[in-house]
């Protein structure tokens, strides 16, 4: 015990958690974007999460870092937060989806990813990171061909319309971000 009646291994927490968000970038088409890493598999574009960063602020961030591609963090709408365990580390990622980013795609990280390359959903490969994988699932859980990845997933807005690929999502007001969100999406 300390002096102050704690425990000695809780004066001090260790981190047992990340936290980060992983972000669908939906381009004019419908395609989306993925980076390839040097062993092959294929990611979404996000990161950790700072301290006092958003979820949107986060993603919007990353999403410069690593691809040059700029979006307002008003024109990312969180899908879900999910959680997992299981490798002894608990992860809990933010699923996120834009349609606003504005650019053109580079590799910013080159020790990170080989390439990046729009993909239209059908064609996602399945050679996916895990959270990518997850992420992906929640946006279009449709998706016979994304990897099963378990993970509890709290969704904290409806799949994206695109969950219907007959659905333009640049026409479908249920993809509008609402009055206060378009000014700046």
Known sequence: MTPTGERPER????PNAVVGVGLVVIGPDGRVLLG??????????????????????AAARELAEETDLRAAPEGIRVLSVQIDAK??????TAAAVTTSAEGVPAVTEPHKIARWQ???????PAALYAPSAAVLHSWRPDLASLP??????????????????????????????????????
């Open 118 to 124: 729009w993909f239209a959903p059908a064609e996602i």
């Open 36 to 57: 390839q890493a040097h062993d092959g598999r294929w990611e979404l574009p996000g990161g950790k999460v700072d301290p006092g960063e958003g979820f949107e602020q």
């Open 87 to 92: 490798s002894g580390l608990t992860r809990l």
């Open 11 to 14: 004066a001090a927490p260790q």
């Open 148 to 185: 099963h990845v378990p993970s509890y997933d709290y969704p904290t807005a409806t799949p994206d319309p695109g969950a219907n690929p007959n659905t333009d999502p640049s026409t479908d007001p249920s993809t509008d971000p609402g009055p206060d969100r378009a000014a700046s999406a």
